[in-house]
């Protein structure tokens, strides 16, 4: 068993779980290392302070790869690796658009009156906008974080709910298509939601809602997931949750319910909390 950071370390996460030391490791490297390269990336495609980029600069059809910085002040820091490109085009790519000066002094206008400095041309050039992260298997972390903070504070009585198989099985194969690709609700919520929530109404959408925030380098982003709960409507939430909210575009009421965290997993009594508060609240 090892610690598990949720959310992951490199975005603002802290340790909350065990968890096999398989599954940890083969997560951090085909989930979490996806979804902080896609949060980064949007980041410096957003010009944000404090975000980078290893791109490539072409001029000409010349390439030379580098980095971009844009540090706290948003100024562009521009790095090229030339000795990391092709010789070639690289040379063509820096003679073409820093090309050498020969610098007069006052002694060229004294030795010739008529001496005029002669202007140089500013070039420009391309940066490529690089995406490397799969933009799917960033979407399965955001599930993965949230199915894990809920575990984290329900514990093993949550998992009796078959409804998270399908859940388990996403996330295990990121590659396949077993849920709809729609897992959260697109709502800036208060901060003193951030946690454990459960949807009431619209009957369509009743789920357990997990509200978390990510942490960057450049800023920090709100994610509220749904996670089925042990009664209908299951994982036809994902399907109602596109419909209803992503399809017809018209605004509805949506009723939630935070739920207080504080001690679930030390009370006696609260081995079953999630099916408790799922029927106190939900099925009420």
Not at 120 to 133: A, G, H, M, N
């Amino acid at each position: 068993m090892t610690l598990e950071n949720i959310p992951p370390k490199s975005l603002g996460g802290k340790v909350r779980a065990l968890t096999c030391k398989k599954c940890n490791s083969v997560a951090g490297h085909t989930l979490d290392n996806h979804l902080l390269k896609r949060l980064t990336e949007i980041d410096f495609h957003s010009f944000l302070p404090n975000s980078q980029s290893n791109t490539t600069f072409s001029h000409k059809g010349n390439k030379v790869n580098g980095r971009v910085n844009i540090d706290n002040k948003r100024t562009f820091i521009i790095n090229l690796d030339t000795l990391g490109s092709n010789p070639k085009e690289s040379e063509k790519f820096m003679s073409n658009v820093f090309p050498p000066r020969t610098i007069y002094g006052p002694i060229h206008k004294f030795l010739n009156p008529d001496f005029i400095e002669p202007e140089y041309k500013t070039e420009s050039f391309e940066i490529k906008k690089e995406e490397r992260s799969d933009e799917k298997r960033a979407e399965i972390a955001l599930l993965r974080i949230a199915y894990l903070y809920a575990f984290s504070l329900f514990g093993n009585g949550f998992l009796i709910n078959g409804y998270l198989f399908k859940v388990r099985e996403q996330i295990q194969k990121p590659d396949e298509k077993i849920l709809n690709p729609v897992y959260w609700i697109k709502y800036e919520f208060p901060e003193n939601m951030i946690g454990l929530n459960i949807i009431k109404q619209p009957k369509e959408l009743q789920s357990f809602l997990i509200i978390f925030n990510l942490e960057t380098s450049s800023t920090k982003r709100q994610f509220a997931i749904c996670l089925p709960g042990p009664t209908e409507p299951g994982i036809e939430v994902y399907e109602n949750i596109q419909k209803l909210l992503c399809e017809e575009g018209e605004s509805i009421d949506v009723d939630i319910e935070h739920i207080d965290e504080k001690d679930l997993l030390t009370q006696k009594g609260y081995e079953f909390a999630a099916n408790y508060y799922w029927n106190k609240i939900a099925r009420a």
